[in-house]
T-cell receptor
């Protein structure tokens, strides 16, 4: 596997279910991100991890719970979601975050998980 | 609130033409600028990034940055039907907390044969 992978690619869940999204990056990067992409809206940053430490939580509801056990893996645990949470959830990684122009802060995206909450 | 605005589109050009995609941003302190391409149902893929004023060329793509006007554009020369996609502009502010990129809503480009 190369690049950034995400599983599952598609997920349908009820509002009372608990599920997890998984992301793995094979690029040797140190930073990982979760984004939400809804129709007709810009990409929304949800969480940022740098060297396994969460550095940003963009006012995301607690029904979304991230986990980053190491620099290569990132999870998003979902519980009691709402229909408006249906969206494409994208994981991204970057080499670092402040390379000052050398390109290391460029983010590379995984294929995404298409989530439908019924 | 940081704003990144893109021309609304959709933009339609004939094959072989130059497609011009525009993006303006509100934060004068922005430092890094990225163009991503997103095919329908797929994830964004990086086309190029630019940090310095002026032009940056990569094959058929040219990014142009004018920090004084807070404007970044992407030109696609010799447009091909395979270039039909949504193009996302992303901006990173100087000294931002880790990795925060602000994305525009995207411009949908259609290249017709």
């Amino acid at each position: 596997e190369t690049g950034v992978t995400q599983t599952p690619r598609h997920l349908v869940m009820g509002m009372t279910n608990k599920k997890s999204l998984k992301c793995e990056q094979h690029l040797g990067h140190n930073a990982m991100y979760w984004y939400k992409q809804s129709a007709k809206k810009p990409l929304e940053l949800m969480f940022v991890y740098n060297f396994k430490e969460q550095t940003e939580n963009n006012s995301v509801p607690s029904r979304f719970s991230p986990e980053c056990p190491n620099s290569s893996h990132l999870f998003l645990h979902l519980h009691t979601l709402q229909p408006e949470d249906s969206a494409l959830y994208l994981c991204a990684s970057s080499q670092d975050w402040a390379s000052g122009g050398a390109g290391g802060e460029t983010q590379y995206f995984g294929p995404g998980t298409r989530l439908l909450v019924l | 609130q940081k704003e990144v605005e893109q021309n609304s589109g959709p933009l339609s050009v004939p094959e072989g033409a130059i497609a011009s995609l525009n993006c303006t941003y509100s934060d004068r302190g922005s430092q890094s600028f990225f163009w991503y391409r997103q095919y329908s149902g797929k994830s964004p893929e990086l086309i190029m990034f630019i940090y310095s004023n002026g032009d940056k060329e990569d094959g058929r793509f040219t990014a142009q940055l004018n920090k004084a006007s807070q404007y970044v554009s992407l030109l696609i020369r010799d447009s091909q039907p395979s270039d039909s996609a949504t193009y996302l502009c992303a901006v990173k502010e100087r000294g931002s907390t880790l990795g925060r990129l602000y994305f525009g809503r995207g411009t949908q480009l259609t290249v017709w044969p």
